[in-house]
């Protein structure tokens, strides 16, 4: 059975820190691309990031550029997002996900973990 499971996430002040992480299981990590989508209360998923099956090739969304870096580690089976700087705004359910593509559309990811909350405070 495959698995996804985010961890990191919580409440932090703005302008502070969160690496969350993604540990994958049941599937060959090392086969797909990895994506990070968020979603805030009443608002449809938003494209966060995605990094290619190597790592040699990552995307990110303007909102975020320049503050999170998406990363994967495949000897452990995990995809990371730093995230810097954050802002109110940031303040969302973050959702891991496993593809086949590196692309910033949701339906190109087959598996997806159930999410970790990121609360930023003003």
């Known amino acids: 059975q495959v698995q996804l499971l985010e961890s990191g996430g919580g409440l932090v002040q703005a302008g502070g820190s969160l690496r969350l992480s993604c540990a994958a299981s049941?599937?060959?990590?090392?086969?797909?691309?990895m994506g990070w989508f968020r979603q805030a209360p009443g608002k449809e998923r938003e494209f966060v990031a995605t990094i290619s099956t190597t790592g040699g090739s990552t995307y990110s969304s303007n909102s975020v550029k320049g503050r999170f870096t998406i990363s994967r580690d495949n000897a452990k089976n995990t995809a990371f997002l730093q995230m810097n700087s954050l802002k109110p705004e940031d303040s969302a359910v973050y959702f891991c996900?496993?593809?086949?593509?590196?692309?910033?559309?949701?339906?190109?990811?087959?598996?997806w973990g159930q999410g970790t909350q990121v609360t930023v405070s003003s």
């Open positions: 049941g599937l060959t990590f090392s086969s797909y691309a």
């Open positions: 996900a496993a593809g086949y593509l590196v692309a910033g559309d949701p339906t190109l990811f087959r598996y």
